[in-house]
């Protein structure tokens, strides 16, 4: 039961940040929304008895892609300064 | 129940998700944006795939001193969908980093990330 | 009777997860939303050491450890974002 | 316009949402594993000698799979590179200093989180993990090492050693899988061991330590492309 309860919390978090990821109006703040999702989804694999897409979500979905966004979100950045 | 099952939860919400990430990819305007949502888009896909690999009451595929090693197949989950997301994954972000690139390139031709400002390609 | 002590864990663990969660939405600043971050991996941690004694799987530590290791990665990036030194 | 359009959205999608909800209402839980996965769950003990048997399929039974992502990655690798070659990155107002603070943990945790990275790869047959966790994992330390050091240049020539050299020697060992035993990617070139222990599964270990090493290669090579093209240039 107590499985359940977590599980819904999870989903429902996870819906929620995609709300947030898709009409914030800031960009970094739906990058870091989009991090919390992967977040959740690898707590969610282990749920689902699969610990090894668990491991590959947490370390590929929010460290390098969050990575990578912030890296062009930079770029853009000075550019936007520069003009 | 049918409802409160944990394969059953996962599964509305990867649903969810995926409609919402579609939402997000038609509706919005900013390109960063329409990568976001196409990442939100993956991982529901792969919540999907996962959930429908699960079996209730079973452990995972991994044999070790808990599970018995002559009774395997009645005591693990699918493996098969689990190998797929795997690869899935890693494909995925190298997706997001191609799309990302291209994004900045736009960029950098028109200076602007708003979809509209590009009509080169619009008839 | 240590069954139930992990059962109020777990809740206390959701319950972090909705405190967190209302200060993402309502947190004025950037700075806010990555500490939120933050935190919300540290209690993912802590679920998912409680779920390997519920599932009765030690592998699942694995999981918990490669988390520990890499959560602060991420937030070192958006800081060095955040500062304007990437 | 604007009702055109939304409405037009709102169709698209409330279809999407009407076909999701007849996919989740038809569905039913399953309760037993298919012939397939069966057959994995059932020989794959025998024949491959993985505990994890995630790790048996990806890398014995859908070995040719295995070697088709690779080369996708490899190639998204190359095409990201191509596409940033022109951006000029040279920085023009100077970064500043790493603190004291992440240099000191830097200096201290690279070489545990790539023993981490390392021991996920080679206990891929074992516990959960593999190749391209391990691989993700050292690519993240390259992450931390750019923070760290922002104002060095790093060059990409050992990373490319590293990933053609991974890669050459997975195709070798495919290429005497078909001479020494069964077929392409057969892992039974030496013999299975006793299960459970490190060195048992033919040569899973091996294959996949070198796709570990392949992936995180062009995972660092990817971000080292974007880290590249940072700073203010003048043109």
């Given at each position: 039961m107590i499985h359940v309860i977590i599980i819904i919390l999870l989903s429902v978090v996870m819906i929620v940040m995609a709300f947030v990821a898709i009409h914030h109006k800031n960009l970094q703040v739906a990058v870091i929304a989009s991090g919390i999702i992967s977040l959740f989804a690898s707590v969610i694999y282990i749920f689902l008895a699969a610990p090894d897409v668990a491991i590959t979500e947490a370390s590929i979905g929010s460290v390098i892609t969050v990575s990578i966004f912030f890296y062009v979100l930079n770029k853009i950045r000075h550019e936007d300064i520069k003009k | 129940m049918k409802l409160f099952e944990i394969e059953y939860i996962s599964l509305i919400a990867g649903f969810i998700l995926l409609i919402v990430g579609l939402w997000g990819i038609i509706s919005q305007r900013n390109i960063i944006k329409m990568i976001i949502s196409f990442s939100i888009l993956d991982t529901s896909v792969h919540l999907l795939?996962?959930?429908v690999g699960y079996?209730?009451?079973?452990?995972?595929?991994?044999?070790?001193?808990?599970?018995?090693?002559?009774?395997?197949?009645?005591?693990?989950?699918?493996p098969l969908p689990q190998a797929l997301v795997l690869t899935a994954?890693?494909?995925g972000v190298g997706i997001t980093?191609?799309?990302?690139?291209?994004?900045?390139?736009?960029?950098?031709?028109?200076?602007?990330?708003e979809i509209n400002q590009y009509k080169s390609l619009k008839w | 009777m240590a069954n139930t002590l992990f059962t109020i864990a777990m809740l206390i663990v959701g319950l972090s997860f909705l405190l967190v969660t209302v200060r993402f939405l309502l947190g004025p600043s950037v700075v806010?939303?990555?500490?939120?971050?933050?935190?919300?991996?540290?209690s993912s941690i802590g679920l998912i050491v409680l779920l390997a004694h519920f599932l009765d799987r030690v592998i699942y530590v694995d999981v918990s450890i490669v988390y520990a290791i890499l959560s602060f990665i991420g937030v070192i990036v958006i800081a060095k974002y955040l500062e304007r030194s990437l | 316009m604007k009702i055109l359009r939304s409405s037009a959205l709102l169709i698209v999608v409330g279809f999407m949402a009407w076909m999701m909800f007849n996919l989740y209402v038809t569905y039913d839980s399953r309760t037993e594993l298919n012939d397939v996965a069966a057959y994995y769950a059932e020989e794959g003990l025998s024949e491959v000698g993985a505990a994890n048997l995630v790790t048996s399929i990806v890398v014995t039974y859908r070995g040719l799979d295995t070697l088709g992502e690779v080369t996708i990655l490899f190639l998204t690798a190359a095409i990201i590179g191509l596409l940033l070659k022109t951006e000029k990155g040279t920085r023009t107002t100077p970064v500043r200093e790493s603190s004291e603070f992440l240099m000191t943990g830097a200096r201290i945790l690279i070489p545990v989180i790539t023993m981490i990275g390392v021991y996920i790869f080679i206990n891929g047959h074992l516990s959960p993990g593999g190749g391209f966790q391990g691989g993700a994992i050292l690519a993240s330390t390259f992450i931390l090492l750019l923070m760290s050091i922002s104002n060095k240049k790093i060059g990409h020539r050992l990373l490319d050693y590293t990933e053609a050299i991974s890669g050459l020697s997975f195709i070798l060992i495919g290429v005497l899988g078909i001479i020494l035993a069964a077929g392409f990617l057969d892992n039974k070139i030496f013999s299975l061991g006793t299960f459970g222990t490190?060195?048992?599964a033919g040569t899973i270990p091996i294959i996949y330590s070198l796709v570990g090493l392949k992936v995180g290669a062009e995972?660092?090579?990817?971000i080292l492309e974007f880290n590249q093209i940072q700073g203010d240039e003048d043109h």
């Amino acid at each position: 039961m107590i499985h359940v309860i977590i599980i819904i919390l999870l989903s429902v978090v996870m819906i929620v940040m995609a709300f947030v990821a898709i009409h914030h109006k800031n960009l970094q703040v739906a990058v870091i929304a989009s991090g919390i999702i992967s977040l959740f989804a690898s707590v969610i694999y282990i749920f689902l008895a699969a610990p090894d897409v668990a491991i590959t979500e947490a370390s590929i979905g929010s460290v390098i892609t969050v990575s990578i966004f912030f890296y062009v979100l930079n770029k853009i950045r000075h550019e936007d300064i520069k003009k | 129940m049918k409802l409160f099952e944990i394969e059953y939860i996962s599964l509305i919400a990867g649903f969810i998700l995926l409609i919402v990430g579609l939402w997000g990819i038609i509706s919005q305007r900013n390109i960063i944006k329409m990568i976001i949502s196409f990442s939100i888009l993956d991982t529901s896909v792969h919540l999907l795939l996962v959930a429908v690999g699960y079996i209730r009451n079973r452990t995972a595929p991994i044999i070790d001193s808990s599970v018995n090693k002559l009774n395997a197949a009645n005591e693990i989950t699918d493996p098969l969908p689990q190998a797929l997301v795997l690869t899935a994954i890693v494909i995925g972000v190298g997706i997001t980093a191609l799309l990302l690139t291209y994004a900045l390139k736009l960029f950098r031709q028109n200076s602007s990330l708003e979809i509209n400002q590009y009509k080169s390609l619009k008839w | 009777m240590a069954n139930t002590l992990f059962t109020i864990a777990m809740l206390i663990v959701g319950l972090s997860f909705l405190l967190v969660t209302v200060r993402f939405l309502l947190g004025p600043s950037v700075v806010d939303r990555v500490v939120a971050l933050d935190v919300l991996t540290i209690s993912s941690i802590g679920l998912i050491v409680l779920l390997a004694h519920f599932l009765d799987r030690v592998i699942y530590v694995d999981v918990s450890i490669v988390y520990a290791i890499l959560s602060f990665i991420g937030v070192i990036v958006i800081a060095k974002y955040l500062e304007r030194s990437l | 316009m604007k009702i055109l359009r939304s409405s037009a959205l709102l169709i698209v999608v409330g279809f999407m949402a009407w076909m999701m909800f007849n996919l989740y209402v038809t569905y039913d839980s399953r309760t037993e594993l298919n012939d397939v996965a069966a057959y994995y769950a059932e020989e794959g003990l025998s024949e491959v000698g993985a505990a994890n048997l995630v790790t048996s399929i990806v890398v014995t039974y859908r070995g040719l799979d295995t070697l088709g992502e690779v080369t996708i990655l490899f190639l998204t690798a190359a095409i990201i590179g191509l596409l940033l070659k022109t951006e000029k990155g040279t920085r023009t107002t100077p970064v500043r200093e790493s603190s004291e603070f992440l240099m000191t943990g830097a200096r201290i945790l690279i070489p545990v989180i790539t023993m981490i990275g390392v021991y996920i790869f080679i206990n891929g047959h074992l516990s959960p993990g593999g190749g391209f966790q391990g691989g993700a994992i050292l690519a993240s330390t390259f992450i931390l090492l750019l923070m760290s050091i922002s104002n060095k240049k790093i060059g990409h020539r050992l990373l490319d050693y590293t990933e053609a050299i991974s890669g050459l020697s997975f195709i070798l060992i495919g290429v005497l899988g078909i001479i020494l035993a069964a077929g392409f990617l057969d892992n039974k070139i030496f013999s299975l061991g006793t299960f459970g222990t490190l060195l048992s599964a033919g040569t899973i270990p091996i294959i996949y330590s070198l796709v570990g090493l392949k992936v995180g290669a062009e995972l660092s090579n990817i971000i080292l492309e974007f880290n590249q093209i940072q700073g203010d240039e003048d043109h």
